[in-house]
């Protein structure tokens, strides 16, 4: 404790205490514990969305709400390009009305993996707007796909039918992290 007698160890020692308190400012009692890391973290930001189980699967790892929409974007392209890969191996055998829907559904598929390459560059570039074009540019890709194969009763049809609502729910969820992005 200070003496009466020496102000200016009172002052050295409120100066230490505020900015001991300014440097730690609650972080002891965890009120600013925000580490997406911890599962309870992860959960935070995947409560939101609308396919939360899936989020947490996707972003196991992931630093923060850039860091996770990133990791989402990338799960989606891994999926976008893989749908690609066998649009363009089924249509490769394919003729008429069949090959028609794939060769669409191989070209909407290759502009979503750009779309979700050019929204990686848009939160490099802290450019929400364009975030949020680009994401829901993709969610219209793939719904595109889906109008054009639900006249087939082909098997290739429901083969991408499965993969595009998986796609959807990837694309709303990357929607979702995308907005808790703060730039």
């Not at 009466?4 to 230490?16: A, E, F």
């Not at 609308?50 to 996707?58: G, M, N």
């Not at 191989?106 to 979503?112: G, R």
């Not at 991408?160 to 969820?173: Q, R």
């Amino acid at each position: 404790m200070a003496s009466k007698g020496n102000p200016i160890l009172s002052q050295v020692l409120v100066l230490l205490l505020a900015t001991a308190f300014l440097v730690l400012g609650g972080k002891c009692s965890g009120e600013n514990d925000k580490s997406p890391t911890s599962s309870n973290a992860l959960s935070k930001l995947c409560a939101d969305v609308d396919f939360p189980h899936l989020c947490e699967e996707i972003i196991k790892g992931a630093s923060d709400a850039k860091n996770a929409t990133q990791m989402a974007i990338q799960a989606l392209s891994l999926r976008a390009t893989h749908a690609k890969a066998l649009a363009l191996k089924l249509g490769s055998t394919a003729s008429g009305y069949l090959k028609s829907s794939l060769d669409t559904c191989a070209e909407v598929y290759d502009d979503a993996v750009d779309s979700l390459q050019t929204s990686l560059d848009n939160i490099q570039g802290g450019d929400k707007g364009a975030l949020f074009s680009n994401l829901s540019a993709v969610v219209t890709d793939i719904v595109t796909c889906d109008d054009t194969i639900k006249g087939g009763d082909e098997d290739p049809h429901a083969v991408l039918a499965k993969s595009n609502k998986v796609m959807k729910k990837l694309g709303s969820n990357c929607l979702a992290l995308a907005d808790e992005i703060h730039f």
